[in-house]
């Protein structure tokens, strides 16, 4: 095994963890799931709809997970599907799914915007650009493996 940079990947897939950990710890504060809170943080991101093929490409998470999510959310009357285009579908907040965003994922969306206001310009813009690269070499390697 070689054992080149061992040490910063620990670090880098320890800290990976710890973020999703403190994501999770944040659902649960909101009394929603991780997935639950995946799919309306994805909504609310799109200014209160989007396609239902967006939450599937951005959050990383499994199109059953998202639907499950989904179904349940419509059940709640949160939520609803329309057809948009050919087979595709939107995703469109209620009225009432608009106020429980509010008292949900907005609430997390304000905490990351207060956790930014921590940080120069400078700082924010190395993290993205570092992650970006980390994310795409890491791409390229898994494509060859």
Do not use: P
């Not at 909101?30 to 799109?46: K, N, P, Q, R």
């Not at 199109?63 to 499950?68: A, W």
């Not at 939107?90 to 990351?112: H, N, P, S």
């Amino acid at each position: 095994m070689n054992r080149n940079h061992r040490n910063e990947i620990h670090r880098i897939n320890y800290l990976t963890s710890e973020m999703e950990a403190l994501y999770h710890q944040a659902s649960l504060k909101l009394g929603i799931t991780d997935s639950v809170s995946i799919v309306l943080y994805t909504i609310y991101d799109a200014d209160d709809e989007c396609l239902l093929s967006d939450v599937y490409k951005k959050s990383g998470i499994s199109k059953q997970t998202v639907n499950s999510a989904i179904r349940g959310l419509e059940a709640d009357h949160i939520l609803y599907l329309e057809q948009y285009t050919g087979r595709a579908k939107k995703i469109v907040l209620t009225d009432k799914g608009k106020e429980y965003v509010q008292k949900t994922v907005a609430r997390l969306y304000e905490a990351e915007v207060r956790a930014f206001d921590t940080w120069s310009e400078e700082e924010i813009n190395t993290y993205i650009q570092l992650m970006g690269k980390y994310a795409d070499c890491i791409r390229k390697q898994i494509d060859i493996l």
